[in-house]
């Protein structure tokens, strides 16, 4: 057995041994790391973290972090997203599926403003889950909308994950965000499409009595949607057209999440502690898990396994397709026991040389990743957002994994679609000014 091999089953049993201990996925990384580095080359694992350290966390990108999370986390203790369900709702009754739309484009647009696919979910399913249930919709269909749907949190930017997978990859943040709007506008156009379908097949699971709009009602309500839709183009559009880094972008984001609150008179002293305390907690963590995952990356390179698994899966000479299928399947299942984000900064040392061998664009690549945490959410035993919506709507585990299924077919469809056609995500940051 050749000596990168027998390291690579090593470190890949103590890292296993460790999660399941319980311990933190940082630490753990960080800790595999230094055993890779101390036991199986000569150099000092010690110097290689403290600088890993200070090159990664000491990082103008990285400050977009934090005040994405914290602008989530504004927006989490406001009333927007009971705004966004009333002023949606007199615009998709008249359409088949009637109100269940709303989860979709509520998830869609606050996840535009959260970043974080967990919070979305929770969110909307707050609002919209005793609303269906009061009108007797189907529930396996309102609650399966909502695991799909908040999924959206982690591809609509701005999105954490895509912070994380461009520090590390080392590809522009601002395209990353600009590469993530189509293929949700497509995963969220999917599953209205199957709403839709569902409600003309069978009118029975959105039962009527909803109220009447009139059309200067409708109009009326789009007051409620505008403000955070102006957020959202006011962030965005000042990174595509080059006015703003995603760090400069991120602080506007904050100043109006703040605004939005003052004018919804839901920010107070209590609600601004109760954000900072959130976005300094979840900061600590993902700062943590970035840096074991750069220290995880730097051991793999000295240890050359990256290198031997891209000429060992070069000898196996698959196509490019046959190498996404292999790699979707593998996080398909992993997915079954580790969250999204914790897969990707595993992985990603390995799986990004093997993917850019094959000559697939790492903003791509990035998407792609993006999607399968996705999926990571909806997998059970452990999909974060099937547990969520336990918690909020009182159902059985096993009922909500089967009400999620045909959305995670559907997102799987969207990851077909992109990878036969990757312009989709490519063509808005090949447009970008200034990047």
């Known amino acids: 057995m050749e000596p990168v091999v027998l390291h690579a089953l090593i470190l890949g049993g103590l890292f296993i041994l460790l999660l399941a201990g319980g311990l933190w996925i940082g630490v753990t990384l960080i800790a595999v790391a230094a055993a890779g580095i101390h036991f199986f080359t000569p150099i000092p694992a010690g110097k290689v973290l403290a600088t890993i350290a200070w090159n990664t966390l000491d990082s103008w990108p990285l400050s977009c972090l934090p005040l994405f999370i914290f602008m989530g986390e504004l927006l989490f203790r406001t009333r927007i997203s009971q705004q966004l369900f009333d002023g949606m709702a007199p615009w998709v009754q008249w359409l088949p599926g009637k109100l269940l739309h709303s989860n979709v484009l509520g998830c869609a647009l606050f996840a535009a403003i959260s970043g974080s696919s967990a919070a979305t979910c929770a969110t909307m399913a707050k609002v919209t889950l005793p609303e269906f249930h009061r009108l007797n919709y189907d529930r396996r269909l309102a609650i399966g909308s909502l695991a799909g749907s908040g999924t959206l949190g982690f591809l609509i930017p701005p999105s954490i994950i895509m912070v994380i997978y461009g520090i590390l990859a080392d590809v522009s943040i601002g395209k990353l965000f600009m590469a993530g709007i189509f293929p949700g506008v497509l995963a969220a156009g999917l599953y209205m499409g199957y709403i839709a379908l569902r409600g003309t097949l069978n009118p029975a699971i959105t039962p009527g009595g909803e109220k009447s709009y009139t059309w200067s009602e409708r109009f009326g309500n789009l007051s409620k949607v505008l403000p955070v839709a102006g957020l959202i183009l006011l962030v965005l559009g000042s990174i595509y057209t080059g006015w703003a880094t995603p760090t400069e972008a991120s602080a506007i984001g904050v100043l109006g999440a703040f605004i939005l609150g003052v004018f919804s008179k839901s920010i107070n002293l209590r609600t601004l502690g109760e954000s900072l305390l959130g976005a ?128 995670f077919v559907l997102l799987l469809l969207a990851l077909a679609v992109i990878t036969v056609f990757p312009q989709i995500a490519l063509w808005l940051p090949s447009q970008m000014i200034g990047q």
């Open 280 to 407: 300094t907690k979840t900061t600590v963590m993902m700062g943590l898990i970035v840096l074991g995952a750069a220290y995880f990356s730097s051991a793999m390179g000295y240890l050359g396994i990256p290198r031997y698994l891209t000429l060992v899966v070069a000898g196996w000479q698959l196509s490019p397709y046959q190498l996404i299928i292999a790699l979707t399947a593998l996080y398909i299942f992993l997915g079954c026991f580790l969250d999204g984000g914790s897969i990707i900064v595993i992985t990603l040392p390995i799986c990004l040389p093997l993917v850019t061998e094959a000559g697939f664009s790492p903003i791509w690549f990035g998407i792609y990743l993006v999607v399968m945490a996705e999926l990571c959410q909806i997998t059970p035993p452990v999909g974060f957002n099937l547990f969520v919506l336990q918690q909020e709507s009182g159902q059985e585990i096993s009922f909500i994994v089967r009400a999620a299924a045909p959305f």
